[in-house]
Protein backbone atom coordinates (compact mmCIF):
# COMPACT_ATOMS: atom_id res chain seq x y z
CA UNK A 1 0.00 0.00 0.00
CA UNK A 2 1.31 3.25 -1.04
CA UNK A 3 1.22 6.79 0.95
CA UNK A 4 -0.58 9.53 0.01
CA UNK A 5 1.68 12.99 -0.65
CA UNK A 6 1.41 15.65 2.19
CA UNK A 7 2.23 19.16 1.83
CA UNK A 8 3.01 21.05 4.69
CA UNK A 9 1.00 24.18 4.56
CA UNK A 10 1.52 27.33 7.29
CA UNK A 11 -1.46 29.38 7.58
CA UNK A 12 -2.15 32.81 9.99
CA UNK A 13 -5.37 32.68 12.10
CA UNK A 14 -6.66 35.21 14.68
CA UNK A 15 -5.43 33.74 17.91
CA UNK A 16 -8.73 33.74 19.45
CA UNK A 17 -10.18 31.57 16.46
CA UNK A 18 -7.01 29.05 17.00
CA UNK A 19 -7.78 29.20 20.53
CA UNK A 20 -11.37 27.88 20.10
CA UNK A 21 -10.46 25.92 17.38
CA UNK A 22 -8.11 23.97 19.31
CA UNK A 23 -10.60 23.61 22.04
CA UNK A 24 -13.54 22.51 19.87
CA UNK A 25 -11.27 19.54 18.42
CA UNK A 26 -10.15 18.21 21.58
CA UNK A 27 -13.62 17.95 22.42
CA UNK A 28 -14.70 15.77 18.96
CA UNK A 29 -11.84 13.77 20.41
CA UNK A 30 -9.43 14.96 17.72
CA UNK A 31 -5.72 14.40 18.51
CA UNK A 32 -3.84 16.73 16.27
CA UNK A 33 -5.04 19.83 14.03
CA UNK A 34 -3.83 18.16 11.01
CA UNK A 35 -7.03 16.18 10.80
CA UNK A 36 -9.17 18.24 11.92
CA UNK A 37 -8.31 20.67 9.48
CA UNK A 38 -7.76 18.28 6.30
CA UNK A 39 -11.25 16.86 7.18
CA UNK A 40 -12.48 20.22 7.25
CA UNK A 41 -11.08 21.30 3.88
CA UNK A 42 -12.46 17.96 2.62
CA UNK A 43 -16.10 18.78 3.56
CA UNK A 44 -15.35 22.78 2.07
CA UNK A 45 -14.01 21.32 -1.07
CA UNK A 46 -17.59 18.87 -1.24
CA UNK A 47 -19.40 21.64 -0.85
CA UNK A 48 -18.09 24.44 -2.97
CA UNK A 49 -18.21 21.33 -6.17
CA UNK A 50 -21.76 20.94 -5.54
CA UNK A 51 -22.33 24.94 -4.78
CA UNK A 52 -20.26 25.87 -7.77
CA UNK A 53 -20.72 22.69 -10.42
CA UNK A 54 -23.74 21.40 -9.55
CA UNK A 55 -22.34 18.31 -11.30
CA UNK A 56 -22.64 14.35 -10.52
CA UNK A 57 -24.09 12.75 -7.70
CA UNK A 58 -24.07 12.92 -3.74
CA UNK A 59 -25.70 11.79 -0.35
CA UNK A 60 -26.19 13.85 2.55
CA UNK A 61 -28.83 15.39 4.70
CA UNK A 62 -30.47 18.59 4.83
CA UNK A 63 -31.26 20.04 8.18
CA UNK A 64 -34.16 22.63 8.64
CA UNK A 65 -35.59 24.49 11.23
CA UNK A 66 -39.02 26.46 10.78
CA UNK A 67 -41.58 28.05 12.74
CA UNK A 68 -44.78 25.90 12.39
CA UNK A 69 -46.93 28.78 13.54
CA UNK A 70 -46.63 30.65 10.00
CA UNK A 71 -49.76 29.60 8.16
CA UNK A 72 -48.95 27.73 5.23
CA UNK A 73 -45.53 26.63 5.93
CA UNK A 74 -46.17 23.14 6.02
CA UNK A 75 -48.33 22.58 3.34
CA UNK A 76 -45.41 24.67 1.67
CA UNK A 77 -42.67 22.37 2.55
CA UNK A 78 -44.57 19.39 1.70
CA UNK A 79 -45.31 20.32 -1.51
CA UNK A 80 -41.72 21.30 -2.44
CA UNK A 81 -40.43 17.73 -0.79
CA UNK A 82 -43.06 15.88 -3.65
CA UNK A 83 -41.54 18.14 -6.19
CA UNK A 84 -38.00 16.42 -5.43
CA UNK A 85 -39.53 12.76 -4.27
CA UNK A 86 -36.81 11.40 -6.28
CA UNK A 87 -34.17 12.73 -4.39
CA UNK A 88 -35.39 11.91 -0.95
CA UNK A 89 -35.10 8.98 1.02
CA UNK A 90 -36.02 9.22 4.04
CA UNK A 91 -37.00 12.61 6.30
CA UNK A 92 -37.62 12.78 10.52
CA UNK A 93 -39.46 15.28 12.20
CA UNK A 94 -38.91 16.79 15.50
CA UNK A 95 -40.93 19.34 17.51
CA UNK A 96 -38.46 21.23 19.41
CA UNK A 97 -40.99 23.62 21.13
CA UNK A 98 -44.14 25.06 21.26
CA UNK A 99 -43.05 27.08 17.94
CA UNK A 100 -40.17 25.53 16.28
CA UNK A 101 -39.75 22.48 14.04
CA UNK A 102 -36.63 20.57 13.11
CA UNK A 103 -36.94 18.96 9.70
CA UNK A 104 -34.06 16.24 8.48
CA UNK A 105 -34.38 14.93 5.06
CA UNK A 106 -31.91 12.76 3.66
CA UNK A 107 -31.24 13.28 0.11
CA UNK A 108 -29.24 11.43 -2.47
CA UNK A 109 -29.26 12.16 -6.39
CA UNK A 110 -27.94 14.94 -8.80
CA UNK A 111 -26.22 17.88 -7.35
CA UNK A 112 -28.73 19.67 -9.38
CA UNK A 113 -31.74 18.63 -8.39
CA UNK A 114 -29.77 18.89 -4.20
CA UNK A 115 -29.34 22.14 -4.65
CA UNK A 116 -32.59 22.89 -6.31
CA UNK A 117 -34.51 21.15 -3.60
CA UNK A 118 -32.19 23.37 -0.95
CA UNK A 119 -33.01 26.72 -2.66
CA UNK A 120 -36.77 25.99 -2.47
CA UNK A 121 -36.75 24.98 1.02
CA UNK A 122 -34.41 27.65 2.43
CA UNK A 123 -36.62 30.34 0.54
CA UNK A 124 -40.14 29.53 2.39
CA UNK A 125 -41.63 32.37 4.84
CA UNK A 126 -40.59 31.05 8.24
CA UNK A 127 -37.49 28.78 7.10
CA UNK A 128 -35.53 29.77 10.06
CA UNK A 129 -31.99 28.30 8.86
CA UNK A 130 -30.96 25.41 6.75
CA UNK A 131 -28.05 23.20 6.44
CA UNK A 132 -27.17 21.20 3.93
CA UNK A 133 -24.50 18.37 4.79
CA UNK A 134 -22.65 16.60 1.92
CA UNK A 135 -20.83 13.62 2.48
CA UNK A 136 -18.45 11.95 0.20
CA UNK A 137 -18.04 8.22 -0.78
Known amino acids: MS ?3 VSRISISVPSDLLESFDDHIKRLGYTNRSKAIQDTMQNF ?4 KWVCEKQGK ?3 AIAMVYDHEVKGLEEELTDAQHQFEAIIRSSMHVHLDNKHCLEIIAIKGKASD ?3 LTQELKTKRGVKGLK ?3 VTL
Open 3 to 5: KKQ
Open 45 to 48: VTEA
Open 58 to 60: GIG
Open 114 to 116: VKD
Open 132 to 134: LAL
